[in-house]
């Protein structure tokens, strides 16, 4: 089965930096997507950036500009890098793969913001 196994979260000034990272293994085939959401607070889950299987990345509005999303497709690891952090930004970060076969999430990592 494929996992997920996300790394990189961790506890930074406004205006600092993190890049987080999301290997995956298992039966990786096909058409994908791989995506990064997020969980601020008690509210839902929200998109914050995904590869689509046409090659495009859409990011959320509030983070364009700021983060950035890479794979590496011989290490089957895809990344955020995310900089200028803002406090609303804190949240736990879940990393996506979507295949034919089904929808994997990864852990989740906690990024926290401070002021």
């Known amino acids: 089965q494929v996992q997920l196994v996300e790394s990189g979260g961790g506890s930074v000034q406004a205006g600092g930096s993190l890049r987080l990272s999301c290997a995956a293994s298992?039966?990786?085939?096909?058409?994908?997507?791989d995506g990064w959401f997020r969980q601020r607070g008690g509210a839902q889950r929200e998109l914050v950036a995904v590869?689509?299987?046409?090659?495009?990345?859409t990011y959320a509005d509030s983070v364009k500009g700021r983060f950035t999303f890479s794979r590496d497709d011989a290490k089957n690891t895809h990344y955020l890098q995310m900089n200028s952090l803002k406090p609303e930004d804190t949240g736990v970060y879940y990393c996506?793969?979507?295949?034919?076969?089904?929808?994997?999430w990864g852990q989740g990592t906690q990024v926290s913001v401070s002021a």
């Open positions: 298992g039966p990786i085939f096909g058409d994908r997507a």
């Open positions: 590869l689509g299987a046409h090659g495009r990345i």
């Open positions: 996506q793969l979507v295949l034919n076969s089904g929808v994997t």
